[in-house]
């Protein structure tokens, strides 16, 4: 835990964001909320204001707006979660995904080197691309496919994102943390913006088929928000981390064909399964990985994490937050 100060969390009212501002709450801090609730809301954050009083504070707005105005105010920690999320929202907005995730990410940067504030800043497995080799480890090469093709501008925003924070804490101007999420998943994340998990429970608990994009056969690693959140803190604590990249997640994988069987038996659904092509979804000559797994060496050696939360009762707690119609389990 950071000691001292308030906590900054921008993308605060989000999916990770408002777990890690109940976290944060729960263990004592102070924290100031950004977000411009373009795909979060404050219905995630209505817990938190129901106990924290006024140690929680919420700005409206963009980041680069609101944090000019808060110049001068002493802040202990700040974790940038506010981003463009979900490949259904980077296809068909690709010019929103670019500059959100560099101009904001650059705006909190010369934010934090005007204070020297810690900062934790949220990146993506998608940095990795096409992948060099299975499973991914921090320090492998990336590729990325053509320009031309939309669906890779979240990754390069991405990746200059983790270029801007290595080099401030580089440069001394301020200590920085990267981590990237694999497949984060949990209660209050929405189906909307593309999002596998929630996507299939809201069509098993509405007894509509889940559509699985191609074959069904691509595989991918989840893990519980409520096992993610309390790593943070913990990583931008620690004077060892600063400066370093670390994947979060799970590292066992499960094929998202099976993951659609795996959610319609669990919630004793009688929806169908549709396999649609990606072309049906997607622009044409979408790309997608078979396997996107991460190397969890360097982030159990850094702080012992190990994810303990399975993945039937995340899906039980989606279900449970979907069904009553509300943003928490």
């Not at 504070?57 to 920690?77: M, W």
């Not at 290595?166 to 301020?174: N, P, S, Y």
């Not at 994490?305 to 039937?312: G, K, S």
């Amino acid at each position: 835990m950071i000691d001292g100060g308030t906590i900054l969390v921008t993308g605060g009212a989000g999916f990770i964001g408002s777990h890690l501002v109940d976290h944060l709450l729960e263990v004592g801090a102070n924290v100031t909320v950004v977000d411009d609730l373009s795909t979060g809301s404050l219905a995630n954050l209505s817990r938190a204001m129901e106990f924290a009083g006024d140690r929680l504070r919420f700005r409206e707005g963009r980041v680069s707006e609101i944090l000019p105005t808060l110049d001068g105010e002493a802040f202990a920690g700040c974790f940038h979660l506010a981003a463009a999320v979900g490949v259904r929202l980077v296809v068909d907005e690709p010019i929103r995904t670019i500059e959100t995730n560099v101009h904001e990410t650059s705006a909190v940067l010369e934010f934090a080197r005007r204070g020297r504030v810690p900062t934790l800043v949220a990146s993506t497995s998608e940095v990795y691309g096409k992948g060099t080799r299975t499973p991914f480890a921090e320090d492998d090469d990336v590729i990325y496919g053509p320009t031309t093709m939309t669906r890779w501008s979240y990754a390069c925003s991405k990746a200059i994102d983790e270029y801007l924070a290595l080099a401030h804490h580089r440069q001394g101007l301020a200590p920085t943390v990267v981590v990237r999420f694999f497949n984060t998943v949990g209660p209050r994340q929405s189906g909307e913006y593309g999002m596998v998990l929630p996507r299939f429970i809201e069509a098993a608990l509405a007894g509509r088929p889940l559509e699985v994009h191609g074959d069904g056969r691509q595989a991918r690693c989840f893990c519980d928000v409520r096992d993610v959140v309390p790593a943070l803190p913990r990583l931008l604590a620690d004077p060892e981390c600063h400066g370093r990249v670390f994947n979060l997640g799970r590292d066992d994988s499960i094929e998202i064909g099976e993951l659609a069987r795996a959610v319609r038996d669990r919630l004793k659904s009688s929806s169908g399964i549709r396999n649609i092509s990606y072309e049906e979804v997607f622009d044409s000559g979408f790309e997608d990985l078979r396997i996107r797994q991460p190397d969890l060496t360097r982030v159990r050696s850094a702080i012992d994490f190990e994810p303990e939360i399975d993945l039937d009762r995340t899906i039980d707690d989606i279900a449970s937050s979907l069904a009553a119609g509300r943003g928490d389990a």
